[in-house]
């Protein structure tokens, strides 16, 4: 099975920092990848698609690089209500493995 | 509206079986595929079934094929889950999530199994 691994583990940043979150997968997976937020006690949240297709409603200040292995998450500047988990997933083949997630924590 | 609303967790003994439910509203049910999500208390997410929109295609993860049936009922627009032979590391939130293009773009509010003696 594909093993996705990202890092870091954990992130402390400061509102208006530019953050970013990396995703590598064991194997090529073309541009299958997904990432989600999520927040305590709430379901995770879509935000990129295709590796860097924007979910609709998602704010312009997320986006998504990358194709075959590696892939990053970017925030561009980080805002009160981006402080959470993130998650990045495979989404071709099965299992659609999740990497470990990345917490995003306030400095 | 897109809904996805999950019912039937609770606490059951080591050995035991529980039936989750999933029920959709909101979007032509039969037209997407589904999957179930779990998420161990603390820890990350993962994937463990998926089943295609006429249920043609039925995959499982290692860690709960065998024990675990999903399904769907198409007319009443519902998800199942039938979990058997639990053991404490099946102890999780369980979502079930709408397929996306590459990804879930609806996810239920979870519904907590935890099996215990």
């Known amino acids: 099975d594909v093993q996705m691994t990202q890092s870091p583990s954990s992130v402390s940043a400061s509102v208006g920092d530019r953050v970013t979150i990396t995703c590598r997968a064991s194997q090529g997976i073309s541009s299958w990848l997904a990432w989600y937020q999520q927040k305590p006690g709430k379901a995770p949240k879509l935000l990129i698609y295709?590796?860097?297709s924007l979910q609709s409603g998602v704010p312009s200040r997320f986006s998504g690089t990358g194709s075959g292995t590696d892939f990053t998450l970017t925030i561009s500047s980080l805002q009160p209500e981006d402080f959470a988990t993130y998650y990045c997933q495979k989404a071709n083949g099965f299992p659609w493995t999740f990497g470990q997630g990345t917490k995003v924590e306030i400095k | 509206e897109v809904l996805l609303v999950e019912s039937g967790g609770g606490l059951v003994q080591p050995g035991g079986s529980l039936r989750l439910s999933c029920a959709a509203s909101?979007?032509?049910?039969?037209?997407?595929?589904m999957n179930w999500v779990r998420q161990a208390p603390g820890k990350g997410l993962e994937w463990i079934s998926y089943?295609?929109?006429?249920?043609?295609?039925?995959y499982y993860a290692d860690s709960v094929k065998g024990r675990f049936t999903i399904s769907r009922d198409n007319a009443n627009n519902s998800l199942f889950l039938q979990m058997n032979s639990l053991r404490a590391e099946d102890t999780a939130v369980y979502y079930c999530?709408?397929?996306?293009?590459?990804?879930?773009?609806?996810w239920g509010q979870g519904t907590l199994v935890t099996v215990s003696s």
């Open positions: 999530a709408r397929v996306f293009t590459g990804g879930y773009d609806y």
């Open positions: 089943i295609s929109g006429r249920s043609s295609s039925i």
């Open positions: 295709a590796a860097s």
């Open positions: 909101g979007f032509t049910f039969s037209n997407y595929n």
